[in-house]
């Protein structure tokens, strides 16, 4: 999950109508799903990977599948 104006209108609507705040859903939503990092992504994580990945530093790198989820998902694939 990703910090994006879309998870922002959902979460902030659904703290509404639990009397919530906006951090308690994202808590919530972080325990139910077990996202290891406790958080949710930024956007810009995403960026920084594929510039990463358009740059001279990544010539070497061929096929690969790279899970970014906050450690979400448990397995390699």
């Not at 790279?66 to 998902?73: F, K, L, P, Y």
């Amino acid at each position: 999950m990703y910090h994006t104006a879309f998870v922002s209108d959902q979460l902030n609507a659904r703290a509404r109508e639990n009397g919530t705040t906006f951090e308690e859903e994202v808590s919530r939503f972080v325990a139910t799903w077990n996202i290891a990092a406790k958080r949710f992504g930024d956007p810009a994580e995403v960026g920084a990977m594929v510039a990463m990945l358009c740059s001279q530093f990544a010539g070497y790198i061929v096929g690969q599948s790279i899970v970014m989820d906050g450690g979400a998902t448990r397995s390699t694939f």
